[in-house]
């Protein structure tokens, strides 16, 4: 072969190298993609926690609490978390706060007695821009000590077919697995319903970590506590409540003035589970209340405002850092995939009555 040949054959064989180079090495970015979102392996990740979304789950809404009304208030800080945290929202006087009310059911038209849990959501934004986004419930604590467990938990509890009911074996299978659960079922089983949103003390199940101006940290869990007093629905009367009656009470309940809550900040000690939310620390711990949270009033969320935040609770302001807690750290993900599917539905032209449409308005979009 002569040398001008040789040269070109080289300089073709080269680039097929170069070519099958290039092509192996997106083929492995792409399998890595797809194995790190849950596409491929079988594994468990945090868009698995969405898997049983319908498809035909409404455009626009939220994943999980889809029925919710958002509120506009002020948190006024008492000064005795300054002590604790650099964080700006334990000084300042005022901030502002954007938040949404909500029910526990995934079903943004569901009834207001179909679930015990209701929420709240918060953002408040200090002056110095730094965000703190709270997403809290009415329940004590976590079923399970880790996210997995939950999955197990939503798979033993579902209906059989055959008698419209959980199956017995399974649901033992999954306590024997998860003890922990147990208080858990119990509590459901037997805890009061609350009959107003006012009146509903909402917990941070997980621990976050309080950094000070030396660097020093405390382990806490907080709650908001509410000044209004707490009333129960017995059986009877939430079988005869109205379809809105929680979201209706709401609103009556501010059109008589603003209503209020307690920031109420528990300092864990050491020994306490700060990495397990199904654990709860000891009733003597010292607590703190580090504000007071005053809701001014409500607005539907097809206007905006709370429908687009996502109130993922990792996000946290300087002077504020998360703990190890397992199930803290999958509920980013799981927040991240619900925001961005229901902006991608509305960004699309797909949400109808999540943004204020009706389905005749939006006939394009079928």
Same mark, same amino acid.
């Given at each position: 072969m002569k040398k001008a040949s040789l040269v070109a054959y080289l300089k073709t064989k080269r680039v097929l190298f170069i070519l099958v180079g290039i092509f192996l090495i997106a083929s492995g970015l792409v399998l890595a993609f797809a194995w790190s979102a849950g596409l491929t392996g079988?594994?468990?990740?945090?868009?698995? =926690?969405?898997? /049983?979304? @319908? %498809?035909?789950? @409404?455009a626009g809404y939220r994943r999980a609490h889809g029925k919710g009304i958002c509120f506009e208030g002020t948190f006024?800080?008492?000064?005795?978390?300054?002590? =604790?945290?650099?964080? #700006?929202?334990?000084? *300042?006087q005022k901030v502002p706060v954007i938040g949404r009310f909500s029910l526990g059911s995934p079903d943004p038209y569901a009834p207001d007695n179909s679930t015990r849990t209701v929420s709240m959501a918060l953002m408040l934004t200090a002056d110095d821009g730094e965000q703190w986004r709270m997403k809290l419930n009415n329940e004590p &604590?976590?079923?399970?000590?880790? $996210?997995?467990?939950? +999955?197990e938990q939503v798979e033993a509890y579902k209906p059989v077919s055959n008698t419209g009911a959980p199956d017995p074996a399974r649901v033992a299978a999954f306590l024997k697995k998860h003890p922990e659960?147990?208080? &858990?079922?119990?509590?459901?089983?037997?805890?009061?319903?609350?009959?107003?949103?006012?009146?509903?003390?909402?917990?941070?199940?997980?621990?976050?970590?309080?950094?000070?101006?030396?660097? %020093? *940290?405390?382990?806490?869990r907080w709650s908001m506590r509410p000044h209004a007093e707490f009333t129960s629905w017995s059986v009877s009367q939430r079988k005869q409540a109205s379809h809105d009656f929680l979201f209706e009470d709401l609103k009556k309940r501010l059109e008589k003035g603003p209503l209020y809550?307690?920031?109420? +900040?528990? +300092?864990?000690? $050491?020994?306490? $589970?700060?990495? /397990?939310?199904? *654990?709860?620390? @000891?009733?003597? #711990? #010292? *607590?703190i209340v580090a504000g007071t949270l005053e809701v001014s009033h409500v607005f539907d969320q097809t206007k905006g405002g709370c429908r687009d935040v996502n109130f993922d609770p990792t996000r946290v302001p300087k002077g504020i850092t998360l703990s190890d807690d397992p199930v803290l750290a999958a509920r980013a993900g799981? &927040?991240?995939?619900?925001?961005?599917?229901?902006?991608?539905?509305?960004? &699309?032209? %797909?949400a109808t009555d999540?943004?204020?449409?009706?389905?005749?308005?939006?006939?394009a979009n079928k």
């Open positions: 079988g594994r468990i990740t945090t868009r698995t =926690f969405l898997k /049983d979304t @319908p %498809k035909t789950y @409404p006024r800080a008492s000064g005795k978390g300054v002590s =604790f945290s650099i964080a #700006r929202v334990f000084a *300042q &604590y976590f079923a399970t000590r880790d $996210p997995e467990g939950f +999955l659960a147990q208080k &858990y079922v119990k509590w459901d089983a037997t805890a009061p319903w609350t009959r107003s949103f006012a009146g509903a003390q909402y917990n941070v199940i997980n621990s976050f970590i309080l950094i000070d101006a030396n660097g %020093k *940290q405390q382990v806490i809550w307690d920031l109420v +900040l528990t +300092l864990a000690e $050491p020994g306490d $589970p700060v990495n /397990d939310p199904s *654990q709860v620390w @000891p009733e003597n #711990r #010292r *607590q799981i &927040y991240s995939h619900s925001h961005s599917d229901r902006v991608r539905e509305i960004g &699309y032209g %797909k999540a943004v204020g449409k009706h389905q005749k308005d939006n006939a």
